[in-house]
């Protein structure tokens, strides 16, 4: 991404971001709720496109590219959703041999093999015929996980993939994201405010805030940052560049009036 | 003083133009995409189970109370002028030209209409639609279409059993209740129904159908992800609907009559 300019309304999203996802990286994209971090993905697939500046994908200007290249290049990709996104009328295995059915012809024999695979690989075979409501929060996000690689992607992408996770389902989705990135050759881009999960998966972290990069660099780096914005970040403070308080008149002066 | 309210009666003007644009635009991508989802057509079969199969018991139920009142209503007008062994024709005039394929609308609109838009919205809400799209399956195509010619297959069938059963209501409450002539009732009906007149039952169904069914995918479809959201959408759909269907109903009697 290139001087990455982004309105929605009246309010600057982006003004001027700057950000490299190296190939075969885990790259984690943190900041503060409300600081652009989804609409940076929806830029990054085409869902959004950019008023000013270059996004670029393997080469690809995505803003410049029609809806059928769109498509095209979403097929090189995998999205994990916040709340797993399963397709709710369809069975864990059904889920995740939708985007096989629906873009290739493969005989059903092989099908089956490719599903059971992916469902190996994130440890959920034995749930091949639960509905999604029959899931636990891991096990969506889980079966999520085996459906946005089930067509091989070269990019995967993490929404918020932590959010109301147990410990364990927490450590298992961590152990995941970095196994899937190394033993299937991917990139991985993990957007997320959990601080403390993504240092320890990521291998470059990318901080944003008021619009801006304001951060970038291998995680301990990150962290170890004077930058006010930064540390207030990294290390969780209540007060600082972000006010704890939202902008209100004075106390004492609106506690005195009647009304 | 009246500024403001002109000034609102011109947003108000223009945002039911840029939402009759927004129907339009959307109802020709649906017509351009109906030979491509016709090439699936076992997603169109699912979804005809889902909007009219599921719909056949709230439809004879309500087809054969309307045709008991018919008989009733019928019965007691006729009576007044002594010509109550015309009840056959009534009922089956009034059925087939009119309250089949309106009743069978509005229930349609009440029950498969607000399902297909909850449905939509729901997807919408919990990023279904999103995830597909992420999937480079375009969700119009692929969960749009099949249960948008659902609803445009199931409404002429639904219709037709409507009046079917109304018919078996009015006969059974004029014949079998009130004593009107049974040979009478059919002969009647038989020479006084024409081709034309089923096949106005049956154009007015298919239209409602199409409209019903396109308010109900338009709704769901462009529903605001949220709960209220939804709940807005499903509202939406049955008020639209009904005035909709009403509203064509007069033009189309009007133009064929």
């Known amino acids: 991404m290139r001087d990455l300019h982004y309105t929605a309304g009246r309010r600057a999203i982006f003004a001027g971001v700057e950000l490299d996802i190296p190939r075969g990286s885990v790259t984690a994209v943190m900041g503060p709720s409300g600081s652009g971090k989804t609409t940076l993905l929806r830029l990054i697939t085409g869902q959004l496109r950019a008023e000013n500046g270059l996004v670029e994908f393997d080469g690809q200007d995505v803003s410049k590219l029609s809806r059928r290249e769109i498509y095209r290049m979403r ?138 990069i304001i951060a970038s660099g291998a995680p301990a780096a990150v962290s170890g940052s004077s930058h006010e914005d930064v540390r207030q970040f990294m290390h969780g403070l209540p007060d600082g560049p972000v006010p704890f308080h939202y902008p209100a008149p004075e106390y004492a002066e609106q506690i005195r009036q009647v009304r | 003083m009246a500024a403001p309210v002109i000034h609102e009666l011109v947003a108000s003007v223009r945002e039911s133009l840029r939402a009759l644009g927004a129907y339009a635009i959307f109802a020709v991508r649906l017509a351009r995409e109906t030979p491509r989802a016709l090439w699936r057509f076992g997603l169109v079969v699912e979804q005809v189970h889902n909007t009219g199969a599921l719909s056949l018991v709230i439809i004879m139920l309500s087809g054969l109370f309307v045709g008991m009142v018919l008989g009733l209503q019928g019965f007691d007008l006729l009576e007044r002028f002594g010509s109550e062994e015309s009840l056959g024709s009534v009922a089956a005039l009034g059925l087939l030209k009119e309250l089949g394929p309106v009743i069978t609308a509005l229930l349609f609109a009440g029950r498969a209409g607000t399902a297909l838009a909850s449905e939509l ?30 609803g445009v297959i199931s409404m002429p069938l639904l219709a037709a059993i409507f009046s079917l059963i109304g018919l078996f209501g009015a006969q059974l409450v004029g014949v079998q209740f009130m004593g009107v002539d049974s040979g009478q009732f059919w002969s009647q009906m038989r020479g006084a129904v024409e081709l034309d007149d089923v096949m106005e039952g049956v154009l007015k169904s298919a239209v409602f159908g199409v409209a019903c069914s ?12 949220t709960a209220e959201g939804v709940g807005r959408a499903t509202t939406r759909t049955v008020v639209i609907s009904s005035v909709s269907v009403l509203l064509i109903d007069y033009m189309l009697t009007a133009v064929m009559l």
Do not use: W
């Open chain 2, 214 to 225: 396109l308010v109900a995918v338009y709704e769901g479809y462009h529903s605001v992800p």
């Open chain 2, 121 to 150: 919205g729901l997807m919408r809400a919990t990023d279904q639609l999103a995830a597909m799209e992420m999937m480079a399956v375009d969700p119009v195509r692929r969960v749009v279409m099949p249960r948008f010619l659902g």
């Open chain 1, 75 to 212: 097929r090189r990709m995998g999205m994990l959703f916040q709340n797993g996104a399963l397709l709710t009328d369809l069975d864990v295995y059904e889920n995740i041999a939708f985007p096989l059915r629906e873009h290739t012809r493969l005989p059903e024999r092989l099908v089956r093999h490719v599903v059971l695979t992916k469902l190996q690989a994130v440890g959920l075979r034995g749930a091949a015929r639960l509905m999604p409501s029959e899931l636990s929060g891991g096990m969506g996000r889980r079966v999520a996980l085996a459906r946005a690689i089930v067509m091989d992607p070269e990019l995967l992408i993490y929404d918020e993939p932590f959010v109301g996770l147990d410990p364990i389902s927490l450590g298992v989705v961590l152990r995941l994201i970095r196994r899937l990135n190394d033993t299937l050759g991917l990139t991985s881009i993990v957007v997320s405010h959990d601080v403390r999960e993504i240092t320890a998966v990521a291998d470059y972290c990318h901080l944003l805030s008021g619009g801006r």
